[in-house]
Structure formats: C-alpha cells, structure tokens
C-alpha cells in the first residue's frame, strides 16, 4: 500500500504516470491531500490490492509498469510468493519490481501493528 504517500515524493517527479494503491480509503484521502500540495495532476489513486482485476486491467492497458514499488507490504501476504508473482504480473517487458520490506525480527512493538 502507499501508505501516507511519503514515497511518491521520491517517484512521482521520474514518471509520466504513478497509480498509488492502497486498501485504506483513510489513507488515500490523506495521500491525496499530500498529492494535489505537490502538483502531482499525474499520480491517481486506487483503492485496492495489487491484485485486484481492475488495477491489472488498468495498467496492462497502458502496456504495463515501468515500476512496481512494494514498500512494507509484503510481510502482510499470507503467500509472499504469490503476492510476489502479481506484483510483477504488473510489468511491462523489461519492467522493474522492488521490493522493500523487514527482515525478520523480534521487536514487540511493530508486531502491536500488525507487523
């Protein structure tokens, strides 16, 4: 998920078009207030999954990704493999997935959130 939208700082000013995906419409509002303070008319907002069929459809119409950004989100799939393959089912031929998430860990606190 996109979270707050802090990363979109970072990739929205290198692509002509950014889809910020995240499941919490909470979130999205937020991420859209930080978008429209940027100037970023290029970047939309999902509400969703990464697999979910309308965001495949979506972008395999643009000839898929460029780049799958997946930050800290990971670690939530029950099937990291298969979340794994539907992300980079997102991208175009040559198309980059990066993956940023925590190793394992014993922090008692993080797991308090659901990580």
């Known amino acids: 998920g996109t979270g707050d939208g802090l990363v979109l700082d970072v990739l929205a000013p290198l692509y002509q078009r950014v889809i910020a995906v995240d499941r919490s419409r909470a979130l999205l509002a937020r991420v859209a207030q930080r978008v429209g303070s ?18 495949v459809q979506r972008v395999d119409a643009s000839g898929g990704a460029d780049l799958v950004f997946a930050g800290r989100s990971l670690h939530h799939a029950s099937r990291p493999s298969a979340a794994v393959k539907s992300l980079a089912r997102l991208l175009r031929r040559g198309g980059h997935l990066v993956v ?11 797991r308090e959130q659901g990580d």
Do not use: W
């Open 38 to 55: 940027r100037g970023f008319h290029h970047v939309s907002l999902f509400e969703g999954s990464y697999d979910d069929a309308a965001l």
């Open 100 to 110: 940023l998430d925590y190793l394992p860990h014993e922090q008692d606190t993080m």
